[in-house]
C-alpha cells in the first residue's frame, strides 16, 4: 500500500491535491494551474473558494477525480472576520459598500447572544451573489445584472460558531470579530455575517475568510501553489479513499468480484465504503443495495 506523499512530476498517477489557495485566485485558476503541473487535463475541485478566501481547495487528478462527488458534500471548518456596522452589496469585501451604521453600542455580550442563535440547525437565506441557479441562471449573474435575487431559505447545519475576538476600529464605530466556524456543506459564512449584523441592527459582512477544513483533510496537509510547483505531491487515490470513507477488506474472491462490476457480501452499515483489494489497493466504493453490497464506482477494472 502506498503512504503519504506521492511525487508524479510526469503527471502520472491518481490522487488528491490538498491546496492552500491563494488569496485572488478563482477555483478555476487553481485547477488550471494544477492540470499544468501535473501534465493531465483530468482535473477538477471539490467545493469553490471566492476569490477573496484562502485556504483547502481539494483538487482531484485523473481516477481521484471520481472522488469529488463525495468531498462536495463534506463538513467544512473556517476562520473568518466579520465587520460590524457595515453592509455590502456582497455580504463581503469585495462588494460596493451599501449602508454604514454606528455600531459603538454593540458589546461583546450581545455578539454571543445573536451567535448562539445562528449555531445548530438553522434556515439561511444564501447570499444573493451565490453559485445557486435561478431559472437557470447563476444568481450572481443576476445580481451583476442589476437584478434584485430573493433566494429562499435552506436548512444547513452549524456546529460552531465560536468568537475568538472582538475589536473597535475607526473609533468605535465598526466592530471586527474572529470567528472559527464549523458547518455543513452549502452554509454561506457570509450570510452567517450579514444575520449577525442584521440580529444586531448594525448590519455586517465579511472581510476575511480561510477554509481551514474539508471533511478529513485539514490545512496542515495543504501546500501553496508556489511549493507544488517546485515539488507537486499528491495524495495517492488509495490513501484519500481511506480518510474519506468507511473501510473494508476485500478477499481475493471479492476483488475478482467487484473487478467485473458484481456485487459481494452486504457492509456492515448504509455507508458508501471504499474497498480494498488485499494488497491495500482502492478497488471500488460499496453500497448496501437489497442483501448485497454494489459497486457504486469501479476503480480496479478487470
Not at 451599501?98 to 445573536?114: F, H, L, N, P, Y
Request: hydrophobic residues 40%.
Amino acid at each position: 500500500m502506498k503512504t503519504g506523499l506521492e511525487n508524479t512530476p510526469s503527471g502520472v498517477g491518481s490522487g488528491l491535491v490538498i491546496v492552500d489557495k491563494p488569496q485572488g485566485w478563482t477555483s478555476h485558476d487553481v485547477v488550471g494551474r494544477t492540470r499544468r503541473l501535473a501534465g493531465t487535463r483530468k482535473v477538477g475541485h471539490a467545493g469553490t473558494l471566492d476569490p477573496m478566501a484562502t485556504g483547502v481547495l481539494v483538487v482531484g487528478v485523473n481516477k481521484a477525480t471520481r472522488l469529488l462527488t463525495y468531498i462536495v458534500g463534506v463538513s467544512k471548518t473556517y476562520t473568518a472576520t466579520m465587520r460590524l456596522g457595515e453592509t455590502t452589496v456582497t455580504d463581503d469585501a469585495e462588494g460596493e459598500l451599501v449602508q454604514a451604521r454606528i455600531a459603538a453600542a454593540v458589546t461583546g455580550d450581545m455578539i454571543r447572544a445573536e451567535v448562539l442563535k445562528l449555531t445548530g440547525e438553522i434556515l439561511q437565506v444564501p447570499s444573493s451573489v451565490s453559485a445557486i441557479k435561478v431559472d437557470g441562471e447563476r444568481s450572481y449573474a443576476r445580481v451583476r445584472k442589476g437584478e434584485d435575487v430573493a433566494l429562499a431559505a435552506r436548512p444547513v447545519t452549524v456546529g460552531r460558531f465560536e468568537v475568538h475576538d472582538v475589536r473597535r476600529e475607526r473609533g468605535g464605530k465598526v466592530l471586527d470579530v474572529d470567528v472559527t466556524v464549523d458547518c455543513s456543506s452549502g452554509t454561506y459564512v457570509r450570510a452567517l455575517a450579514r444575520d449577525l449584523g442584521e440580529a444586531l441592527g448594525v448590519g455586517g459582512h465579511l472581510t476575511a475568510l480561510r477554509r481551514t477544513r474539508v471533511g478529513p483533510y485539514g490545512i496542515d496537509a495543504a501546500r501553496t501553489m508556489e511549493q507544488l510547483a517546485g515539488n507537486f505531491e499528491m495524495l495517492p487515490l488509495d490513501d484519500a479513499a481511506r480518510a474519506l470513507f468507511p473501510n473494508r477488506e476485500l478477499t481475493a474472491e471479492e476483488t475478482t468480484e467487484l473487478s467485473f462490476g458484481r456485487r459481494v457480501a452486504p457492509n456492515d452499515d448504509g455507508a458508501v465504503t471504499a474497498a480494498f483489494a488485499p494488497d491495500g489497493t482502492l478497488v471500488a466504493l460499496l453500497k448496501n443495495k437489497g442483501d448485497a453490497a454494489k459497486p457504486d464506482i469501479v476503480f480496479a477494472t478487470a
